[in-house]
């Protein structure tokens, strides 16, 4: 059975994590991902890693052909302009005062195809004082509240690791992107769609973007505060949730104080909430007895609890492996490794994930799918329009 988006063409200008990720889950789903990179490629190819290709491209940049084309040059311009003809979709993550002087915004190239679906992916959106200022995930982390929302309990602010508003702003981009050919596909027309980190950052905090006329700006928005939370054990840490009746009880009776069960003073979590510094000792105390696997196999499916792993540990874990989310890969340089399996199980279409490319590894390839010859090919070359 043919992958969901298969024979829908994506040109991906985006670099770093959001842009480049969200194309890639589009990848998954059967669409042909161009990535068209700038002559020295995409800046996350030059970050830190221990392997000779960057950890961050290789897993953010799958499933996509590489060509790289020089959007400066006039001859670079107008090869990309004939990709655009044939293509579906079109994203970019440029500042909004970008891509217009490039000659790429969506007015521009909507007049390349009609129908075209446009994202542009931008730091704080395309209006308002911040526009054109540079958006990163940290700092996207600490303008929200995220960073604030973190440091609760601690000394202050700390940014939370794993770039967690890039990946969720990268969902929010395919999203976008799936409805608006959805659109297409009802109406036959094109649109521009927008996402941003700010807009994401807000998104994933609605549990805590909100602010009744009765209260005050900095009112206690964090519903979260309760005895949850992450304990040291006899070896390892353990993290665990008992917030409803039928866990509390049980979590009461596996830790040795079964009288508290059913205790009018602890019989609600508002109660329970409220002597949380009570029950957190009690807590601590008791998973000092056995270890943090040890408990998670005890309380296994009584007690929403979990041992603390490492990222390495999901390679081999046999629920990771049983819901086939590590895939291996051979790459040119650095041999096999293994990676994360797609995002999203279709229940029908299944192609298998591809290695990210190296820079410039289509670029023959790409412009010869689109009507170029062998000459235009040579020609754009030699005047080095792409690479």
């Excluded at 395309?126 to 995220?146: A, E, N, R, S």
């Excluded at 990771?320 to 989310?325: D, I, P, Q, W």
């Excluded at 029908?348 to 689109?370: K, Q």
Aim: charged fraction near 25%; glycine fraction near 8%; charge should be negative.
């Amino acid at each position: 059975m043919a992958d969901a988006l298969e024979g829908i063409v994506v040109l991906d200008l985006t670099a770093y994590l959001a842009g480049p990720y969200g194309c890639a889950v589009l990848g998954d789903l059967g669409a042909d991902v161009i990535k068209i990179e700038p002559p020295g490629g995409d800046a996350v190819r030059q970050y830190p890693s221990t392997l000779e290709e960057c950890r961050a491209f290789l897993g953010t940049n799958r499933n996509k052909r590489s060509i790289v084309i020089d959007l400066k040059s006039a001859e670079g311009k107008a090869a990309f302009y004939r990709l655009v003809e044939k293509a579906d979709v079109v994203v970019q993550n440029f500042r909004p005062s970008v891509a217009p002087a490039l000659g790429i915004d969506y007015e521009t190239l909507k007049a390349k195809r009609l129908d075209l679906i446009y994202c542009s992916f931008t730091g704080y959106g395309d209006t308002g004082p911040l526009k054109d200022h540079p958006g990163y995930d940290q700092m996207l982390q600490c303008f929200t509240g995220v960073a604030a929302m973190q440091g609760i309990d601690t000394d202050g602010p700390q940014i939370m690791n794993g770039s967690i508003v890039d990946y969720y702003s990268a969902a929010m981009t395919t999203i976008a992107i799936l409805s608006a050919l959805v659109h297409r596909l009802r109406t036959g027309e094109g649109q521009h769609v927008k996402t941003s980190l700010l807009r994401s950052a807000i998104a994933m905090q609605a549990g805590q973007f909100i602010w009744a006329d009765t209260e005050p700006r900095d009112v206690s928005r964090w519903w979260g505060a309760s005895y949850s939370g992450i304990y040291p054990t006899k070896e390892g840490h353990l993290y665990l949730q008992a917030t409803t009746a039928a866990f509390w009880k049980a979590l009461c009776e596996f830790l040795g104080f079964p009288h508290l069960a059913d205790h009018p003073d602890y019989d609600t979590l508002k109660k329970r909430t409220a002597l949380k510094d009570q029950i957190r000792p009690m807590i601590r105390e008791a998973l000092m007895q056995r270890t943090a696997r040890e408990w998670e196999e005890l309380m296994m499916g009584k007690v929403p609890s979990i041992a603390v792993r490492s990222i390495g540990d999901m390679f081999d874990h046999p629920q990771v492996l049983a819901e086939e989310l590590v895939v291996e890969l051979d790459h040119p340089r650095i041999g096999k490794y293994r990676t994360a399996g797609k995002a999203v199980k279709m229940g029908v279409g299944g192609s298998p994930i591809r290695r990210a490319p190296l820079l410039g590894e289509h670029t023959n390839e790409i412009l010869a799918d689109f009507g170029f010859d062998v000459d235009e090919i040579t020609a754009l070359r030699a005047k080095r329009a792409v690479a």
